[in-house]
């Protein structure tokens, strides 16, 4: 018992040492199964792929350019993926990838060196998330995404984009206990 005790807490010590900044946002409004939120206009650090293959093999490779721009300094996150799902089967889906510049680098984040990365000035934007756990794969994403579909229709929720949607990873790859995960469909701007 003392030794999971001590690995629990060696666990927790590890997930305080890798923690990163989260982009910030304002709570719209809190439901049972997810939360509206604004995250203000900020700059992300971005790459983008068509694939034919599914979100994991893609993700392998577009993270590789981002984590090459940080240069292992693990300081940049969450980690969202915006999906555009090609029309019909085997169709390219178009998948960006993007890290959170931090806040202390906002103003001037370093120029990357790989043409295939860029800053983005992504705009302000207004979604709704659906938090779930643990590591991830195509099927977890999916089916997540489609909860939160049924829900946000079953809840009246207007104006929402389903057509593309955010697949969002908020932990480093060394946290193995205690993984957030999140997807978003956007709101449409209706002003």
């Known amino acids: 018992m003392r030794t999971f005790a001590a690995l629990?807490?060696?666990?927790?010590?590890?997930?305080l040492a890798l923690a990163i900044e989260s982009a910030p946002y304002d709570l719209v409004n809190?439901?049972?199964?997810?939360?509206?939120r604004v995250y203000p206009a900020q700059?992300?650090?971005t790459t983008s792929h068509l694939s034919i293959s599914h979100h994991?093999?893609?993700s392998d490779v577009m993270?590789?350019?981002?984590?090459n721009y940080i240069d292992g300094q693990n300081d940049a996150a969450p980690v969202?993926?915006?999906?555009?799902?090609?029309e019909g089967p085997n169709c390219e889906?178009?998948?960006?990838?993007?890290?959170?510049?931090?806040?202390?680098?906002?103003?001037?984040?370093?120029?990357?060196t790989n043409p295939d990365v860029y800053i983005e000035e992504r705009p302000e934007l207004h979604v709704f998330s659906r938090r779930f756990h643990g590591f991830a794969n195509d099927e977890d994403w999916i089916v997540n995404a489609a909860q939160l579909h049924d829900d946000l229709v079953a809840a009246g929720e207007e104006g929402v984009d389903f057509q593309t949607y955010y697949t969002v990873g908020y932990d480093s790859p060394f946290v193995i206990i205690g993984r957030n995960n999140e997807v978003w469909f956007m709101k449409n701007d209706m002003n």
């Open 56 to 58: 994991e093999a893609t």
């Open 8 to 15: 629990a807490l060696l666990a927790q010590v590890c997930q």
């Open 80 to 86: 969202t993926t915006l999906v555009i799902p090609g």
């Open 43 to 45: 700059k992300w650090v």
């Open 30 to 36: 809190s439901a049972e199964t997810y939360e509206e």
């Open 93 to 112: 889906n178009n998948f960006t990838m993007s890290f959170y510049v931090p806040a202390a680098h906002q103003d001037n984040p370093p120029t990357p």
């Open 63 to 67: 993270f590789s350019k981002l984590f």
